[in-house]
């Protein structure tokens, strides 16, 4: 058991999802008190989303998971659902904001669109140690390994005082506990995908496209040439450590500005 410890959970899957149920109930059986606020239904990709041009509506869900949890399935976006469940339904701010477990993988470049990392930045955003977790498989696979690593990860994040401005972005490979070769903190890597439109035509004759895309192989960032980012080399991308079988913590940050720039700023005519 642990210490007293308040958690609010989302993700971007929806509240029918087999990851936030398996994580909830697994966070609920160890100890915390769990408040489960996230989407009626699956917002995968949906970024940092925010409604605003629309009422958010937000109705209890009680029967889906274990009885210790409190859960509500929100109309809007996982940022909302987050933004919601901090000045809305919960009294005081919660020790954890934790998001996921995503049915598939949030790696390198993933993170700028994925609904379940922005659920946790939100979290960050606003102070509170928070943490992503994704399990490297898009069909139903088994989440509980996953689920009992996020317990062990956060009475560590407690016992280290990790910053409560660096979001944690956890992917699991879909293995057995015994099977994984081990945990690596690691650089956010570069994936680039293939895009793809599939033009369509409804049964009304108006033309729509389907967004489809492949991943293609990581491709290295560039900047980790110069001198000023070479520390980070020491650390694998976590592509490359997904691959060997770890399961990988890259810390994130929501601020995107790019130091290097400003350490060796270019003689740019502003036009001031």
Same mark, same amino acid.
């Given at each position: 058991m642990v210490e007293p410890c308040r958690v609010l959970v989302s993700n971007d899957d929806g509240i029918l999802a087999t990851g936030i149920q398996t994580l909830a109930n697994t966070l609920a !059986? +160890?100890?915390? %008190?769990? %408040?489960?606020?996230? $989407?009626?239904?699956?917002?995968?990709? %949906?970024?940092?989303?925010? %409604?605003?041009?629309?009422?958010?509506?937000?109705? $209890?869900?009680?029967?889906? #998971?274990? $009885?210790?949890?409190? +859960?509500? +399935?929100?109309?809007?976006?996982?940022?909302?659902?987050? !933004?919601?469940?901090?000045?809305?339904?919960?009294?005081?701010? $919660?020790? #954890?904001?934790?998001?996921?477990?995503?049915?598939?993988?949030?790696l390198g470049t993933d993170v700028l669109y994925s609904g379940t990392v922005s659920a946790a930045m939100e979290g960050t955003i606003e102070g509170i140690s928070s943490v992503a977790f994704s399990l490297v498989n898009h069909a139903q696979g088994d989440f509980q390994a996953a689920a009992n690593f996020a317990c062990t990860l956060l009475k560590q994040i407690k016992a280290e005082q990790i910053p409560t401005s660096v979001l944690l972005n956890v992917n699991i490979p879909p293995l057995a506990e015994t099977e994984f070769a081990g945990v690596q903190i690691t650089r956010q890597g570069i994936r680039r995908y293939i895009d793809s439109f599939e033009k369509r035509v409804d049964p009304r004759g108006k033309t729509y496209f389907w967004l489809a895309g492949e991943a293609i192989e990581e491709v290295e960032d560039p900047d980790l040439s110069s001198a000023t980012d070479r520390p980070a080399q020491? #650390?694998?991308t976590d592509v490359q450590a997904i691959k060997a079988g770890y399961i990988t913590i890259t810390p994130l940050h929501y601020n995107l500005t790019y130091t290097p720039f400003l350490d060796r700023p270019p003689h740019l005519s502003l036009g001031l």
């Open positions: !059986k +160890a100890g915390y %008190t769990v %408040t489960v606020v996230c $989407p009626d239904r699956e917002r995968s990709a %949906t970024g940092h989303g925010l %409604t605003l041009h629309e009422p958010i509506r937000v109705e $209890p869900m009680p029967g889906i #998971f274990d $009885p210790g949890v409190r +859960a509500w +399935a929100c109309s809007g976006n996982p940022s909302d659902c987050v !933004k919601l469940g901090l000045s809305a339904i919960l009294d005081e701010p $919660p020790d #954890f904001v934790v998001s996921g477990i995503n049915h598939g993988a949030n020491a #650390f694998p």
